[in-house]
């Protein structure tokens, strides 16, 4: 395989970090937003579980059709656009009804633009595919970080809801700029061909099922901003301490899995860790939950890509697209059961539960790479 494209991948990443600085800026207001628009916990875990998990089951088809089509350029573009334009929209839609279609809007469009844009990024890496995914994703964490920090500190100098969306559309606009700064570079990802029958291989199917396994033992960092105590900001803090975490994180699961393959299996032991903090309450305990979370979800964006990628054989927007989506599915499960703990007051079932999933996720990892 060839050398890395590190010029690519830098204006790739800066592209996720602009667009990360929108969203993830976003996200750190939003349960918080939904709950004083009348939405209850489960409605929060479900909208969050909902909306990751259309985010990524819709990767089903969007992956193909980016190779399909084989440009994917076209979907990275549409999709950065209508996040941008979703994300503004907040801003003029002060009821739960429409704030949560945008919040579904937001997530589709990152499901369009995700399978396309990492098969770019899978080509720019070479045959450093891991590394790649962490250079991009720690560049896509920092922009997580200046939005969740944009976020708490407009919250608590009292700026509106509406305002801070509005104000967060200013780096989206940017991401679309070096979208076109990285296009211009002309680099155009030919797909890779090869039968497409075979993408669904049984070691592929096997690692997609160890992946919804994990999206659903991790609990949804969603759910523990709404039960954060004292101010609004406090909940903005614990999401700020989990984006800042992932620009590290991501930065050793690109060397670790170059280097000791048994990393592979180390995401749903974080997704345990993670969910037992959680359960413990409190803000230190939220804290320390959040690190972990962080440490399960820059593995799902890191390690899992990789070895999907090394999995799908022919067709790698394909591949990524059914390893994410599965992981999405496993995400909608979690927001909906431990949503439904927290509102019933059962959270001390929830490492029992999250610790269940978690070694049926590693099982299955383990007889993926058998096969």
Known sequence: MAAPNYKLILLLGLTSLFADWLYEGARAALPQYLKALGASALAVGLIFGVGDSLGYMLRFATGPLADRRGGYWGEAFAGYALQVAAIAGLAFAPWLSAAVALVMLERASKALRTPARDAILSSAGGRRQSLAFGLHASLDQIGAVLGALTSL?????????????????????????????????????????????????KPLALFAASQFLFGASLMHISLEMYEAPGAPWMASAIYLAAMAFEIPASLAWGRLYEQARWSLYAGPVASL??????????????????????????????????????????????????????????????????????????MRLSPILSGLLAAASIGLMALAGRN
Do not use: C, H, M, W
């Open 153 to 201: 500190l407009a919250l608590a100098a009292g700026v509106a809801y509406g305002d801070l969306f509005l104000l967060l559309a200013l780096p989206g606009s940017a991401a679309l700029v070096a979208l076109i700064a990285a296009y211009a570079q002309g680099v155009r990802p030919v797909r890779r061909e090869g039968g497409r029958r075979g993408v669904l291989t």
């Open 273 to 346: 860790l993670a969910t037992t903090a959680f359960s413990a309450g409190g803000l230190a305990a939220g804290i320390a939950g959040a690190l972990a979370y962080s440490a399960a979800t820059s593995y799902a964006d890191i390690i899992a890509k990789a070895r999907a990628v090394e999995l799908g054989g022919a067709l790698r927007a394909t591949a990524l697209g059914v390893v994410n989506a599965a992981f999405g599915l496993g995400y909608l499960a979690s927001g909906a059961v431990y949503g439904y703990l927290v509102e019933v007051g059962a």
